[in-house]
C-alpha cells in the first residue's frame, strides 16, 4: 500500500507548545513507509521553512504558510491541526471543504459551536476525521476495560476518582500556556486535563446517562512563569480550577469523580482511580491524570472471595519517545482502515457536548 501523504498545520520552531514535534514528528520519521510527511503548513511561508530545516525534514518537503494553499495541494492524503485550540477551526476547515481526510488535536474547537461545525462539514464531505483522544488507543486504558469485560470483578457497581494535575502548581503555570486561564481558547485545564481524563474512564466504563456537577474557580490568581523562573505576569482566570461530579452511567453503575488543578497531596499519586464490582475491586494509580499519556500507571484487582489483591501488567513498547506512544498508535489504527479503531469528530461533538454541560453547571 502506497504512503499516506501527510501535510501538518503547527510543526513550529517558535511555537510556544511542541507537541507536533514532541508527538507526532516522531511517528511520522519511524512509521515505516505507512506515512510520508510532505509538507509543513505555518503562519508564514519562512516560518514553514525554517521547521523544515530545524527537523531534518527532506528539501522535498513544501511549506506553506496559509492552510488554503495547504489544502489546495493535491498530493496530500492526510492534514494534521496541531495548533493551539483556538486556530484548529480556520486552519483545518480549508482541507475539510477540499475533501482531505483530517487528524486534529483534541480539543477539536474551541466550543461546541466550532466543533459541531467541523463534524457536520466533515460528514456532509464524506471524509475520515480522526480527533486525539489518544487514551482510547493507549494499551494500559485498554488493559483497564479489558479486566472489566472479562468479569473479574463482577457487575461494576460504581467507580470514584479523585485526580490533581493540569499544571504542575496550584497557583501558577508557564508563560507560554497563559492562554490556560482564557476560556474563550477553549484549551485549558477542563477540557484538556479533565477532559482526556474523562474520556478515558468513559471508554473503560460507557456514558453516563446523567451526571450533576459542581465547578469553582478557587485560585483565581495566577502567576505566569518566564523561562528564567520569574513571574513575568499575574492575570485572572475565568477558567474553572475544581470539578466534582457525579453521575449514574447507562450501566446504572454510580460515577463519582473530584479534580482539580495543581499538586497532589505530597508523596502522593495525582490520580486513584477505583472500580468497584459484586466480586472485587480495581484501584488504578498514576503520578497524574494524564493517563492518555501513560506517566508510570499501576493497576491493581483485589478479589474479595479470595481476599487477594493481584497486580495487572499490559503490553507496552519504549520505542517512542513516551508523549509519541499513543499518538502513533492513533496513526496506526488509521492506517489500518478500521474507523473502530480510533475516535472520529462526532466523538469528539459528544465530549464536547459534555464540557458545556460542565461550564453551564459552572454559570448556575
Known amino acids: 500500500m502506497a504512503a499516506i501523504r501527510v501535510g501538518i498545520i503547527g510543526l513550529s520552531v517558535t511555537a510556544k507548545t511542541s507537541w507536533a514535534s514532541s508527538a507526532h514528528l516522531p511517528y511520522l520519521r519511524a512509521s515505516k513507509g505507512k506515512y510520508n510527511l510532505v509538507a509543513v503548513c505555518n503562519s508564514t511561508v519562512a516560518s514553514a521553512r525554517s521547521a523544515i ?14 492552510p488554503q494553499d495547504l489544502a489546495n495541494d493535491e498530493e496530500v492524503d492526510l492534514v494534521v491541526c496541531c495548533t493551539r485550540v483556538d486556530v484548529h477551526h480556520e486552519a483545518i476547515r480549508p482541507s475539510i471543504e477540499s475533501g482531505k ?15 459541531q461545525e ?9 471524509i475520515k476525521t480522526v480527533v486525539g483522544l489518544q487514551g482510547r488507543v493507549s494499551p494500559f486504558v485498554q488493559r483497564i476495560k ?47 486535563g479533565f477532559g482526556h481524563l474523562i474520556d478515558s474512564v468513559i471508554f473503560v466504563l460507557g456514558e453516563p ?30 477558567v474553572p480550577d475544581h470539578i466534582s461530579l457525579h453521575g449514574t452511567l447507562t450501566s446504572g453503575a454510580i460515577l463519582s469523580v473530584q ?29 497524574g491524570p494524564a493517563i492518555q499519556v501513560g506517566r508510570d500507571p499501576k493497576i491493581e484487582v483485589h478479589d474479595f472471595a479470595k481476599d487477594e489483591i493481584e497486580s495487572v501488567s499490559w503490553e507496552s513498547d519504549d520505542d517512542l519517545p513516551l508523549m509519541a506512544r499513543n499518538v502513533a498508535r ?31 453547571c459552572a454559570r448556575n
Open 53 to 66: 530545516e530545524k527537523f531534518d525534514l527532506p528539501r522535498t518537503t513544501r511549506a506553506y504558510g496559509n
Open 259 to 287: 479534580f482539580r488543578r495543581g499538586q497532589p497531596f505530597k508523596d502522593s499519586p495525582g490520580l486513584v482511580w477505583y472500580i468497584h464490582g459484586e466480586k472485587g475491586e480495581i484501584r488504578i494509580t498514576a503520578s
Open 101 to 115: 481526510n483530517v487528524y486534529v488535536e483534541w480539543p477539536l474547537g474551541a466550543n461546541l459551536k466550532e466543533a
Open 209 to 238: 446517562s446523567s451526571f450533576n456537577a459542581q465547578v469553582g474557580i478557587k485560585r483565581p490568581i495566577v502567576n505566569l512563569i518566564g523561562e528564567d523562573g520569574k513571574v513575568t505576569e499575574t492575570v485572572t482566570s475565568d
Open 118 to 126: 467541523l463534524s457536520a462539514l466533515a460528514k456532509e464531505k464524506g
Open 146 to 192: 479489558s479486566v472489566v469485560e472479562e468479569g473479574r470483578i463482577g457487575k461494576i457497581l460504581s467507580s470514584s476518582i479523585t485526580a490533581c494535575g493540569g499544571s504542575s502548581t496550584r497557583d501558577s503555570l508557564p508563560e507560554r500556556l497563559g492562554y490556560f486561564t482564557q476560556k474563550s481558547v477553549g484549551g485549558n485545564m477542563v477540557t484538556i
Open 330 to 360: 492513533m496513526y496506526e489504527a488509521f492506517a489500518s482502515g478500521d474507523e473502530r479503531q480510533y475516535p472520529d469528530f462526532e466523538d469528539a461533538v459528544v465530549r464536547h457536548q459534555m464540557m458545556e454541560d460542565l461550564y453551564r
